[in-house]
């Protein structure tokens, strides 16, 4: 369920993390942008949110920096974690796919040369 945090409930927490209100963006992903150094006007436009979204986002990083900080310094070990894991999950699967045999595409291949070649003529 979410709770409303931040003014006319613009900012709420989510099973996602803290989110703008109305859309599915959290303030993890805005603090991405904000780390990679990217303008206010080019994170607005990429999220597509209003500049009112963006400074209630802003606003709600600042005055909570250090709880957003440790919240979403745990999102990026987590996400860490988890692609880890499928890598590994899919490690064994992914040699059986690059070792199977291409046979057969070769065939394929000189079939549609010989269709384009019939079609040219």
């Not at 310094?73 to 490690?91: A, D, F, G, H, K």
Request: charge should be negative; proline fraction near 1%.
């Amino acid at each position: 369920m979410s709770t409303v945090l931040e003014q006319k409930g613009c900012i709420l927490r989510t099973e996602r993390g803290l989110s703008i209100a109305g859309t599915g963006i959290t303030i993890f992903d805005v603090m991405q942008y904000l780390k990679a150094g990217y303008p206010h006007r080019f994170i607005q436009d990429s999220l597509t949110l209003t500049s009112e979204q963006l400074e209630v986002a802003l606003g709600y990083i600042s005055t909570h920096s250090s709880e957003v900080e440790t919240e979403y310094q745990e999102m990026l070990r987590s996400e860490i974690e988890i692609r880890s894991y499928w890598e590994n999950y899919n490690r064994d699967r992914f040699a059986q796919i690059d070792l199977m045999e291409r046979s057969g595409y070769e065939a394929v291949r000189e079939k549609l040369k010989e269709r384009r070649s019939a079609r040219l003529r």
